[in-house]
């Protein structure tokens, strides 16, 4: 049976992956049939019995292993034949320079164009892992990112600290030792679930098996687990080939995932591309797993030359309406001046039971003419970096708009990045938006990748190099295409310089790079992330660099829940802003009204603060420059707390500072309170001061200072009063007749008094209602039921054991 394992990974480097749970796929009977895109069945297929218990990751990468050669078809490999001759096809299309930044600005920048977006954080995703071509692929989630290559998968904070790391066979060993040579992944983050995909594939010569590896992250952070699930790629529904799943990409929509494959003979040979559509709620509730599969798809839905390198989108902004695209360049890899787009508009048709299946429409679309470049230059040898061929290398869908590219042959250069943005929103109606290529002034461009955030800007990471540049990781700004066509905003950024000459064949003798870069949008809506590969400092090493662009720097350290920043004391102040701050899936919102409305605080930091003593705690953010939200709670786990009290800037909290909040609450000492600090109406910008007060507890215990009468004094007028003073401000309801008395020595009987207290003066004083009796000895007491301001009872003999009374005596005259 197939089988999906729940694994666990480690937060070390080197960490195995521990198998935790099972769930099994199971068979679809489903008749079989032709489409317009090419022949159909569809059946969840048995793969391999379950397997428990846990399995280490190999110790250290693999050295010198490449993955399994990229296919190509007889039409790509005439069509880079003739480049290498001299005969390339240059591109057709407009394009666009794009220098190294410091050289001149490109003739293509409009004038209104926004200015170069800001990079921020940079730093190593993934070294050379001895295996090549390295296939770079990022995604971003909101607490961390996950940088894929051939032989690595590595998860690591936003401001680069390495958090796991192990092979790609080892992330997927739990399936079965024979994956351990698992090769082209693919990762993306999946706004619709809030969780990370990853796909790999595997191959087995020997029993001529080839094998889909698919993993679901548990939650959004890509440590807390994943689910993996072994399903068979050779077979075409439920059919047996002995074809083996080459190139694989896999998309999404709101409903399911795409996974495209070029498949090839284990003899040798491209046979045909596959689309296999599968429902995301059988991953999610790890249930059997069915799909469709569409295959020998056609150029043109039902033409005669078979469809190569289908790249489904990735969805974002979509609804189940929207159905899933999928697109590809025509020409088999070589020439072409075509894109055949294609729709699905109904995928949960895939795994219903019926055997009706999913449409799969097409629509071809016109572009500007494209071929293979013959390769990239480099300093230090004629042997020039394979750059593959005219196949479509990604594609992103955003609000009706698909953008894909390739690397295509261009005039004065070897090689361009290609860009396609088409408007689909009105499928099958399709429009252009962008068709160009992009040059960096005269040096090659190669294996591009876009990606897209919320305002639709975008950013295309590549390799670039010439003659004088060693093979180096770089970017360029693509604006909205509501801003401008035909344009990018500024130059080429480099990313990570290269370092040596890169020359390392495969057994074909190709100088292999690529296969692709990565891009991905975070899920803040504002930044994207790159990984470029570089030649690294070691010759014939890569490297692959994350970047982040259209963002100053990650968001801030305390973003998340899991790292709250701890505050000290009973008396602090942190400086803290929400600038790029995020909202975590199973936060709470941070305010409800008094009308019950709820402010959710879209983006927010955390604290925490264990109480030293027990008593009353103010926390303000009375700087606030925006809008702001503060929020205390109890609890482990943003969807486990209980609110202890918030104040979303109500009923004028900071005086004049409409923007701040303040809250006050009892604190017990020794509970840790979580602390959130959010803003209010979307904004992000937002800078404050948290400040925490919780005065000193008073503990020291109050006494009697001085008395009249003295003690011991005789002669005292008959209608004399009697007075004490006190060490400290009391309480003045615990200073009565109950707690300040007078008696005849020898007697229990107090004498009839008013007694009052003077919180001035910080004086009691006893006024007896009749004269005191000649020549007698009186006693005067104030009890340990005085209390201070704080509560603390008199004691006027701290050492003795307990609380002590104030006695003293006098008489008075004859």
Known sequence: MGVALMLAVGLAMGAGVEGVGTGKAQAQEASGGDSAGGRAEARGVATRPEQAGSQEAPVGPRRDVPAPPVGMTERGKAALKQARLGNAQPSQAKEITAPVRGGSPSSQQPENAPEVPVQGTSFLGVSDSGWFPPDPQIAAGPNNIVAATNGAVNIRTKDGALLSSQTLGGFFSALGSEHSGAFDPWVTYDPYLNRFWIMA??????????????????????TLGWRLWELNGSVNGSNPTTNWCDYPKLGFDTQAIYVTCNMFAFGGGNQYSKIRIMAKNQFVNNTAIFWWDFWDVREGGSGTAKAFTIQPAVMYGATAASGGFLVNARGGGGTGSALDVWRVPNPLECCN??????TLNNQGRSVAGYGPSDGARQPGTTTQINNGDSRLLYAVWKNGRLSTGHTVACGGTNACGGFTELNVSAYPTISTLNDWVLTAGGEDVYFPSVSVNAADDKTMVYTVSDPNRFASAAWAAIPSSTDCTNCVDGGT???????????RTDNIGRNRWGDYSGASPD?????????????ASTANTWGAQVGLTYQAAPPPANDNFSRSQAIFG????????TRFATREPSEPDHSTDTDGASWIGDHSVWYSWTA???????????????DSILAVYTGGSPGGLSRVTDNNNDFGACGTNNFGSRVAFNATAGTTYRIAVADAGGLRENSFVLRLVQPVPDTTKPRVTSVAPANGATGVGLSANVRAVFSEAMTPATINTGTFKLMRAGTTTA????????PATKKATL???????AATKYKAVVATGAKDLAGNSLDQNPSVGGNQNKAWTFTTRR
């Open 353 to 358: 039971g019926d055997a009706v299946g999913p």
């Open 493 to 503: 950024n480099i990313l990570r310089s290269g370092q040596s000459t890169y020359v």
């Open 201 to 222: 594939v595997s191959r087995d010569d020997t029993t001529q098996r080839s094998d889909i590896l698919i993993g679901l992250s548990n939650t959004s952070d890509a």
């Open 751 to 758: 004498v009839g008094a008013t007694v009052s207290y003077d």
């Open 523 to 535: 899920p803040n809506g504002q930044g994207i992330w790159v990984l470029g590969e570089f030649a």
């Open 570 to 577: 009973g008396d602090a102040s942190v400086s803290g802003t």
């Open 612 to 626: 030293p003593n027990t008593g009353s705690v103010t926390m303000d953010t009375c700087s606030a420059s925006i």
């Open 767 to 773: 006024n007896p209602n009749n004269n005191l009796r």
